[in-house]
């Protein structure tokens, strides 16, 4: 498909991306899907082509990557910041309810590491105060809410394709998915500088389109998404089977409507530090999702609200790490992993 892309020559919204947005679209089951630059610029042009701008307060959580809540900052919104819950990691429906202000616009869950969100509370609560949920899917390509793709539920989903991500290129890219024409008409806007016509523009936009190439790569991985999807669940099941009841490590929530795609494993301990260091000692790749919650960073000082404690979401900074998990991942180098951890703790 490369290839192809090459001969032609047309590295930009060339046919390949018309291709991926419409799998893509397909896959989800939303009627528009807009590839753009990246994850970021989904977050940032859905939530404009969603009317979010100045005045308006927009209610997310704090225990995430930075892209979540400096979009809102960027469309000329107030990040309002509510507390996880201690076994999901994701937002608590309960705090978003006390959030809500009469300047709240939108609502941003995110499926934190694979695993969707409540997504029947947060409807809910969208539903009777008249809010705007555009779903966070960064992590979760292929995630589900009951028979409901992650993507499909709230006004649009964002999408990232860094490569590192479950359906990832090689490089940035991003993807907006929703079924509202006037979202999809001003996303696709939006990521031409503002206009329909390139040489006669509407409104200040952005350059932000998916490159041909990026599209092609994805097109060719996206056949796997499901299988690889299926992968990185064996492997969570496998740690889940060895690790449970370990005395001191907790093992991520399962919930049995959501159907957990396992961007990252993410167990929690409080000797976390000292088991980074161990498992690195041995040759085993960890990492901190995410060390510093967004009200802690000093981008966020003064220009967000706080309306809880979020004391949820600073033990999990301090508690957390994620194991290795790849869909190609051998019952061997798992097994490994356990046995060091195991070393380890007990």
């Known amino acids: ?49 969603a009317g979010v701008g100045n005045g308006d307060e ?36 309960e705090l978003i309810k006390k959030a809500i ?10 499926h934190l590491y ?43 989903g964002c ?14 890219g991003g993807m907006v998915v929703t079924s509202d024409l006037r979202v999809a008409e001003k996303v696709e806007m939006l990521r031409k500088h503002g206009g329909r016509d390139k040489y006669n523009v509407d409104m200040l936009g952005h350059n932000s389109r998916l490159d041909t190439l990026q599209a092609a790569i994805l097109l060719a991985k996206f056949r796997h998404i499901d299988k690889w999807n299926k992968g990185r669940r064996i492997v969570a099941e496998l740690y889940n089977k060895e690790l449970c009841g370990i005395n001191g490590l907790e093992l991520p929530a399962v919930n049995p409507k959501a159907y957990h795609v396992y961007h990252q494993y993410t167990i929690r301990t409080k000797r976390r530090d000292e088991l980074h260091r161990h498992l690195k000692d041995k040759g085993i790749g960890s990492m901190v999702y995410y060390p510093v919650p967004l009200h802690m960073q000093k981008v966020f000082n003064g220009v967000t609200n706080i ?6 979401s600073e033990n999990a900074a301090n508690e957390v790490l994620s194991l290795p998990i790849e869909p190609l991942q051998t019952l061997d180098e798992t097994m490994y992993v356990v046995k060091m951890i195991k070393e380890f703790l007990r």
């Open 114 to 156: 694979g695993l969707s969100c409540d997504m029947d509370s947060i409807m809910k609560i969208a539903r009777e105060d008249s809010l705007i949920v555009i779903e966070d899917v960064a992590q979760a390509f292929g995630g589900r809410w009951g028979e409901k793709r992650l993507g499909s539920i709230g006004l649009a």
């Open 307 to 312: 309306v809880s404690s979020l004391k949820n």
């Open 1 to 49: 498909m490369i290839d192809n892309v090459l001969a032609e020559q047309n590295f930009i919204l060339g046919r390949e991306v018309k291709e991926l947005e419409t799998a893509i679209a397909s896959y989800i089951r939303g009627k528009y899907a807009i590839a753009v630059a990246s994850g970021t610029d989904a977050l940032l042009l859905a939530l404009k082509a």
């Open 101 to 110: 202000t009469k300047k709240t616009k939108a609502i941003i869950p995110v």
């Open 159 to 172: 999408f990232s394709f860094f490569p590192s991500k479950n359906l990832g290129c090689f490089g940035d």
């Open 58 to 93: 927009v209610i997310t959580t704090p225990f995430t990557f930075v892209a979540t809540a400096d979009t809102i900052l960027l469309a000329g919104a107030t990040p309002v910041f509510v507390d996880i819950d201690h076994t999901t990691f994701n937002i608590d429906p």
